[in-house]
């Protein structure tokens, strides 16, 4: 059996100064989700400056259009383009395949910013007229335009950003250009890196013992990574034999169904019903993870279900507001299971896509647990889909 420390982990303070990118991401988080401006530079020298497309009003673009070396255009990916009516040009969608990838749009004063963040419906599409847009063509985003969008889903944002094109200096580097006008900088690189060395630097930082209705013998550890940015936690009930597979239930936060017990989905029945199969198997580890609305931030989620309720299906939802069906990476669970010694796992899933994840990083599924509920007269339609579309097992 392993030590308690070892098991545990060593519960100490990380040295910042050795962690720049992640903080630079991270401070980039803010500053977007505040409305204010970044500047992202990319390998290849080119640069940009990037407002999130919520928070671009009439001032900030005002702004923008001073500092950038053009005009601004708004990005965004394909399959928001494609929902609020704007055509991608053949040959650009046959390089795109079938990939959800960033589009460059122009933006003349009669096109305006928020187009791309009003809510779609079935029965009530919104369409841009061609003859609105100076230049009726969806371009190829630049990546150092891919990484702006990558940026605003990190920060739970829509997807969509206005970016000012920004001219070479050579007199000065970019980081310097940007300090001198009070601007956040920060490497495409680092941007796109982000979530992985996030998750490799994840640390524990808070050990309790917290007896739960069904599991008394329970604790909780948070785990946060090196730049302070969102914890996840791991609810470890009995006692960890690692060199045995482990009972292991991956989790996604909801805060609709974990805490206000909403009918719309199966997620409080699934975290409780884990809780309890796994203490009566006696241990195992249940991993709360930060990623609301299958990664899209519930802020997100709850637009998707204003969709949802016009008639789209949870999938469509979500690639309607310009997303992924499922936004989510395992890397956190993987690097918390490594850390607590735990590399065969007995995993309590319906969904395919954690075994191979998992599987892909190295953790060894050598059984996947049945884990389903019934319908409740409310959720019928959101099974389904997730059986239908994502390959769910029920």
Request: glycine fraction near 8%.
């Amino acid at each position: 059996m392993p030590t308690s420390s070892s098991r545990r982990g060593d519960i100490r303070a990380a040295d910042p100064l050795s962690h720049t990118p992640l903080a630079a991401v991270e401070r980039a988080i803010a500053e977007l989700r505040r409305g204010g401006a970044v500047l992202i530079r990319d390998t290849d020298g080119s640069a940009g400056l990037a407002v999130a497309a919520e928070s671009c009003g009439d001032a900030t673009l005002a702004q923008l259009r001073g500092l950038a070396s053009d005009a601004p255009v708004l990005v965004t990916t394909r399959r928001r383009a494609e929902a609020v009516g704007i055509e991608i040009p053949p040959h650009i969608a046959r390089g795109m395949g079938g990939a959800n990838k960033p589009v460059t749009l122009d933006l003349p004063s009669g096109v305006p910013v928020d187009v791309i963040l009003r809510p779609t419906a079935p029965d009530q599409p919104v369409h841009i007229a061609t003859r609105h847009l100076s230049r009726p063509i969806a371009s190829h985003a630049p990546t150092v335009a891919e990484a702006a969008i990558e940026l605003a889903k990190l920060a739970r944002l829509m997807p969509a950003v206005v970016m000012g094109p920004l001219t070479r200096d050579r007199a000065r580097p970019w980081r310097e250009w940007a300090a001198a006008r009070d601007t956040l900088y920060v490497d495409a690189a680092d941007v796109r890196g982000y979530e992985k060395l996030a998750a490799s630097e994840l640390r524990p930082v808070a050990d309790a013992r917290v007896p739960l209705e069904n599991a008394e013998n329970a604790r909780i550890v948070a785990w946060r990574p090196a730049d302070g940015g969102k914890e996840h936690l791991a609810i470890v009930i009995g006692e960890i034999d690692p060199t045995s597979p482990v009972l292991v239930r991956l989790h996604s936060e909801c805060f609709t169904g974990d805490l206000l017990a909403s009918l719309r989905c199966d997620c409080g029945e699934q975290l409780r019903g884990a809780i309890a199969e796994i203490a009566r198997h006696g241990s195992g580890v249940l991993l709360y993870l930060a990623q609301e609305g299958r990664g899209i931030g519930l802020v997100n989620k709850l637009r998707a279900y204003q969709l949802q309720d016009g008639g789209f299906d949870t999938v469509d939802a979500n690639e309607q507001l310009g997303f992924d069906a499922d936004e989510r990476l395992y890397w956190p669970a993987v690097t918390i299971l490594r850390q607590m010694g735990i590399a065969r796992i007995r995993l309590m899933t319906n969904n395919p896509e954690k075994i191979g994840q998992l599987s892909s990083y190295g953790i060894d599924v050598v059984e996947r647990v049945r884990h389903v509920f019934p319908a409740n007269g409310h959720n019928e339609k959101y099974l389904r889909t997730k059986a239908e579309k994502s390959g769910h097992l029920f």
